[in-house]
């Protein structure tokens, strides 16, 4: 149980354009769901934490206008990158906390991310 | 505020022999400890946590890790590593938030290489 689903895997775009990755909690509902991004040989950072109905809180210096989040349903959250540049190619990975009867042994969940290749 | 410092950014081990992955913590608070393993291009699977007990925490696929909270440290240990736990690992630190959730805050991470 607590599955996080993340969509797509890969994706290659040209500069310029947008690009949305979705994040989706298949057996469980989830109110909060976290964004990170990942550099390569590098930790994960949290950009944004994303909140059922509400507007996203985002970390220090993570753009808003150019990484927009939408958390419209209990079990879907999406990124959007806006504009991308070559620059926001990286690997961005979502996680959700699953309530604690779902009987796992972990509250956060993490997708399989998505590696993001802006050429 | 907490942090996390992985000592070794690439841990190479032969197949069968044992392996320590280090990992300090700093933190004002009481907090939470994680490990989590990361096979490539993919998500976060986490290996064990330590949220209050006993110091010596075991973890999925033989891993454990010893809380010590003098030497603010989780390090984590197998002691006979396969192929197949080359991965990245990362260690992670949250305080304690009401409800039992926590947001980690995550260590650079530990590049196992388990050489056959």
């Known amino acids: 149980g607590a599955v996080v689903s993340q969509h797509p895997s890969w994706v290659i775009c040209k500069s310029g354009t947008s690009v949305k990755i979705e994040c989706r909690s298949l057996d469980f509902q989830a109110t909060t769901m976290f964004w990170y991004r990942q550099f390569p040989k590098q930790s994960l950072m949290l950009m944004a934490t994303s909140n059922e109905g509400s507007k996203a809180t985002y970390e220090q210096g993570v753009e808003k206008d150019k990484f927009l989040i939408n958390h419209a349903s209990l079990t879907l959250s999406t990124l959007t990158v806006t504009s991308a540049h070559p620059e926001d190619s990286s690997f961005y990975i979502c996680?959700?906390?699953?309530?604690?009867?779902?009987?796992?042994?972990?509250?956060?969940?993490f997708g399989n991310g998505t590696r993001l290749t802006v050429t | 505020a907490q942090s996390v410092t992985q000592l070794d950014s690439q841990v190479p081990v032969f197949e069968e022999a044992p392996v320590e992955l280090r990992c300090n913590y700093s933190s004002s608070v009481s907090v939470y400890l994680f490990w989590y393993v990361q096979y490539p291009n993919q998500g976060l699977q986490l290996l064990l946590k330590y949220l209050s007990g006993s110091t010596l925490v075991k973890g999925i696929n033989g891993f454990e890790a010893e809380f010590n909270k003098s030497q603010t440290s989780f390090h984590l240990r197998k002691p006979s590593v396969h192929i197949s736990d080359t991965a990245e690992y990362f260690c992670a630190v949250s305080d304690r938030r009401p409800g039992g959730s926590y947001i980690p805050t995550f260590g650079r991470g530990t590049s196992l290489i388990v050489h056959p």
């Open positions: 996680s959700a906390i699953a309530p604690p009867r779902t009987g796992t042994n972990s509250p956060l969940h």
